[in-house]
């Protein structure tokens, strides 16, 4: 069996080949295709989430899958927008929910977005990213959780965001050397911990990343076994309920509106 590092670098090495060879593939090019197409006739969050395809390739691209079935909270999502310190953007607990609403900007700029071909061609490249991801947690999940890990995390500006997405978390706690038993600390005794032993604007560092992930899928190998048990990938990368302990409401406002395309990562 290969470790999980030498998986991950195999994946990283060849991570833009990987990327060329799956626009290729039949399924996903058929979803690029409709989506492309597609995405400039809506002008609404209603009108996304009505279209099933238009509305499961959005919540792929920005890892929320898992929630397609909430169309009800995504709808509420989209109407209010991130501007209003009580939207419910604002007051989730995973920052994956205000990403999407801020991508989209319905509330903000209307249909500017989904009609600029720039924005259709980054939401095309996260969703073909995302789709990479997962081909690779089929064979292996600590390549899968590295790879989001590397693509997320130089996002994050403190230590209670990372403990609010559940893959960050699990790749942080374990690449920092961390039990499973701290999952039940206190999470500001847990920030400190962390903040202790990595100093969080050290994410942006792709070396210093580097070597996290790499101790992460060392540390995961030997808790499983090489090719061993491997985690729920479903729970893993789902967000974590509304009010939860892993970080609490830690998302920060971004009181600006948006004009032409938001950035997102």
Do not use: C, H
């Amino acid at each position: 069996m290969i470790s999980s590092y030498a998986s991950y670098l195999a994946y990283e090495r060849t991570y833009e080949t990987r990327l060329v060879s799956m626009v290729k593939s039949g399924p996903v090019q058929r979803e690029v295709e409709y989506f492309a197409e597609n995405i400039g006739k809506i002008s609404t969050g209603d009108e996304l989430v009505a279209d099933q395809r238009l509305y499961r390739f959005a919540m792929k691209a920005f890892d929320l899958e898992s929630q397609i079935f909430a169309k009800g909270l995504i709808k509420k999502l989209l109407k209010e927008g991130i501007t209003e310190p009580l939207a419910l953007a604002n007051r989730l607990t995973d920052s994956k929910f205000k990403t999407f609403a801020k991508a989209f900007a319905f509330a903000e700029v209307g249909d500017y977005n989904v009609k600029n071909p720039d924005f259709v061609k980054l939401v095309i490249e996260r969703y073909l990213k995302v789709n990479l991801e997962a081909r690779a947690g089929e064979e292996n999940v600590a390549v899968q959780l590295g790879l989001y890990f590397d693509r997320a995390a130089p996002r994050v500006t403190n230590w209670y965001s990372v403990l609010a997405d559940k893959a960050l978390r699990e790749v942080a706690l374990t690449g920092l050397g961390f039990p499973p038993e701290v999952n039940s600390m206190n999470v500001d005794r847990l920030v400190e911990r962390m903040e202790e032993r990595f100093d969080i604007k050290d994410l942006q560092d792709e070396e210093k990343r580097s070597k996290l992930i790499k101790r992460f899928t060392l540390m995961y190998d030997i808790r499983n076994g090489i090719g061993g048990a491997a985690s729920d990938r479903v729970s893993l990368f789902s967000p974590l309920p509304s009010g939860s302990r892993g970080g609490g409401q830690i998302i920060t406002m971004d009181a600006s509106t948006l004009g032409a395309i938001s950035r997102f990562s």
